[in-house]
Nanobody, 115 residues
Framework: QVQLVESGGGLVKPGGSLRLSCAAS????????MGWYRQAPGKQREVVTT???????TYADSVKGRFTISRDIAKNTMYLQMNSLKPEDTAVYYC?????????WGQGTQVTVSS
């Protein structure tokens, strides 16, 4: 079983930056794939970015060049660095992990981009 705890959301102005963190309850190198998803009001949850245990990454077209996923193996923590934020990035962001064919979710953290 994997427990995921997110932190770092908040209110930021357009063009600003935020960094989200996701702490896992087990070594993240043993987790097949981790990622960040988001869900805006009235919309379906969508994938933002993923990283495999081997370090391969994917990004949604809408965030390429602005968001960066990273990991601190020693801290069993995954990060999402978000730069040049736009109002359309406003959503609840969820940490996700796929381990032993089971999907786990964090509790979500709100990111609001508004002037």
């Amino acid at each position: 079983q994997v427990q995921l705890v997110e932190s770092g959301g908040g209110l930021v102005k357009p063009g600003g930056s935020l960094r989200l963190s996701c702490a896992a309850s087990k070594t993240i190198l043993s987790i097949y794939r981790m990622g960040w998803y988001r869900q805006a009001p009235g919309k379906q949850r969508e994938v933002v970015t993923t990283v495999t245990s081997g370090g391969s990454t994917t990004y949604a077209d809408s965030v390429k060049g602005r968001f960066t996923i990273s990991r601190d193996i020693a801290k069993n923590t995954m990060y999402l660095q978000m730069n040049s934020l736009k109002p359309e990035d406003t959503a609840v962001y969820y940490c996700n992990a796929l381990s032993d064919l089971i999907t786990y979710w964090g509790q979500g953290t709100q990111v609001t981009v508004s002037s």
